[in-house]
């Protein structure tokens, strides 16, 4: 299996996860990396990594993974969190692409190498 630094030599370097960002990201196939103080916390694999990038950022917990397990890091006894709260979330984050003609390989390697926080199944707390 190759290496970590191996696997993500591809990428382009980390970019702020903004919509600005997100509107030049190509409309191919791809994976994508989201990192929190440079901790990659989650590795996802899309058909279109401009769209996947903007769901992720401005969808809801039922149309991202992401976005929910996000949002149940955020959440509260009192109050479950907000669309703007988990997309403030994701914005002081970092965002990392590659394109790739085998997105689910690509992901299947990094998230057995890295293990991402938000790759792991979580129990719903609701």
């Known amino acids: 299996m190759p290496d970590t ?4 030599a591809a990428f382009m370097p980390p970019l702020p996860y903004m919509k600005d960002v997100v509107a030049d990201a190509p409309a191919a196939p791809g994976v994508h990396l ?3 103080g440079g901790e990659i916390v989650y590795v996802g694999h ?3 990594l401009r769209a996947r990038l903007r769901q992720h950022l401005t969808g809801n917990r039922d149309s991202s993974v992401l976005h929910d397990q996000v949002g149940q890091l955020l959440d509260t006894p009192a109050q479950a969190a907000t669309r703007d709260d988990i997309a403030r979330w994701l914005g002081r984050c970092e965002v990392r692409w590659q394109e790739t003609d085998n997105p689910e390989g690509t992901k299947e390697a990094l998230v057995l190498a890295l293990r991402p926080r938000f790759n792991r199944k979580v129990p719903r707390s609701r």
């Open 5 to 8: 630094v191996e696997l993500l």
């Open 34 to 36: 989201v990192l929190d």
């Open 46 to 48: 899309t058909g279109n």
